[in-house]
């Protein structure tokens, strides 16, 4: 089953010098194809929309001041059973339970600084590819 994902590298991935680690990662899964790729400082109105599902939560300000803290790497990413595939090579959201040889278990340690997002859902995936890639979508 192809489908669509979005992926961010967050701005910890970006200031560590890890864009050509991580992508390297997706790159070389069979079959996935990065359709579209570009670097942007996210503003305050993408990310609330990008994550309106926490708003109201504790850790949803100190979210939205880490994602807009540097730039980003916005991905698009296609192929066989993308946005489960993405999630696994991800690991879990907190760095220290991930396990090594995820992104997140490898080269993780805070919660909030772990270095990627990917859509969790195929109805995530296609709100999310709206807000970074309307033209796209
Ligand atoms: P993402 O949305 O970024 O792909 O990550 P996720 O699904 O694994 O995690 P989610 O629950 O959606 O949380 C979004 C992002 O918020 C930060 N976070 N901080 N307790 C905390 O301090 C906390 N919990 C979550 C992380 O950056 C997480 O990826
Ligand atoms: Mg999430």
């Known amino acids: 089953m192809s489908q669509r994902t979005l992926v961010l590298l967050k701005p910890d991935a970006v200031r560590r010098g890890l864009i050509g680690e991580i992508i390297g990662r997706i790159e070389r899964k069979a079959d996935w194809t990065i359709s579209a790729l570009e670097l942007r400082t996210l503003d305050q109105d993408v990310l609330e929309q990008h994550y309106g599902e926490h708003k109201g939560k504790p850790f ?8 807009s803290s540097g730039p980003v790497v916005a991905l698009v990413v296609e192929g066989e059973r993308v946005i489960e595939g ?20 490898d080269f993780g340690t805070i919660v909030r600084e772990n270095l990627i997002h990917a859509s969790d859902s195929e109805e995530s995936a296609e709100r999310e590819l709206k807000i970074f890639f309307p033209s796209f979508a």
């Open 86 to 105: 993405v999630r696994a090579l991800a690991g879990p959201t907190d760095p220290i339970a991930a396990a090594p040889g995820s992104i997140r278990g």
């Open 60 to 67: 949803y300000e100190p979210l939205v001041a880490f994602m």
